[in-house]
């Protein structure tokens, strides 16, 4: 079966440090990727999805990026954080379509 | 621009009740619906839908999905406290993206 690993499960940044969030799949191969952030109260947003090594799709224009140098890591990146990317940041992953998205155990980002 | 808009936002009901989410969608090239649970972390899978009409049961949960009106509609019968909840709905459209609505937050009362 499929499983995402996300960490660190929490984290407290400074205004104006950089990120690296980190998702790594296993049990799979060739997934899609997404990563979706939930601010308080709120539903998820997509921010990017990668079908595949290398190709990163942007769905909100922002101060984050994302990479995918291998088949199973997704990174989540930011040279410069701000406050409003406080949030639930969350991992997932699509093989077998039928069985839904498998989601990891998310990140709870605070920028103080 | 692709949406997706849950309703209502919050429900609180006692336990025993039956309650009825609703989630309609505006994307291009729809692929399925999917309905998740979630409770503190991860979002958990519910349901998938892709066909009109298919009623699709878990238990005391069912959902169904209306392509023509672009709806669905998910049910939970004999409510528990165990049922409170953030119920997500999200779909699934073509070029692989998965577009989430702010989901609604049920609350049981025991």
Redesign the interface.
């Known amino acids: 079966s499929q499983t995402i690993h996300q960490w660190p499960a929490t984290l407290v940044q400074p205004v104006g440090s950089p990120l690296s969030l980190e998702c790594t799949v296993e049990g799979t191969s060739n997934p899609?990727l997404?990563w979706?952030r939930q601010a308080a109260?709120?539903?998820?947003?997509?921010l990017f999805?990668s079908?595949g090594i290398g190709q990163i799709?942007s769905?909100v224009p922002q101060n984050l990026s994302a990479s995918r140098p291998q088949d199973r890591q997704f990174i989540l990146s930011s040279k410069k954080l701000l406050l409003s990317d406080s949030g639930f940041y969350?991992c997932?992953s699509?093989f077998r379509?039928?069985?839904?998205?498998?989601?990891?155990?998310?990140t709870r980002l605070t920028v103080v | 621009e692709d949406k997706?808009v849950?309703s209502p936002l919050s429900l609180v009901v006692h336990e025993g009740d039956t309650v009825t989410l609703n989630c309609s969608y505006e994307v291009t090239n729809f692929r399925?619906l999917?309905w998740?649970k979630q409770e503190k972390?991860?979002?958990?899978?519910?349901f998938?839908l892709t066909s009109s009409g298919i009623e699709k049961k878990s238990g005391r949960l069912s959902s169904i999905l209306d392509k023509k009106e672009l709806f669905s509609i998910l049910n939970i019968t004999a409510t528990q406290t165990g049922d409170s909840a953030v119920y997500?709905c999200?779909v699934?459209a073509l070029?692989?993206?998965?577009?989430?609505?702010?989901?609604t937050?049920l609350h049981i009362l025991p």
């Open positions: 899609n997404y979706y109260g709120r539903g998820l947003q997509l999805y079908v799709s769905e969350l997932a699509a379509r039928r069985y839904g998205y498998t989601f990891g155990s998310g | 997706v849950q399925s999917l998740y972390k991860a979002p958990t899978f519910l998938m997500l999200a699934e070029g692989d993206k998965i577009i989430f609505g702010k989901g937050r």
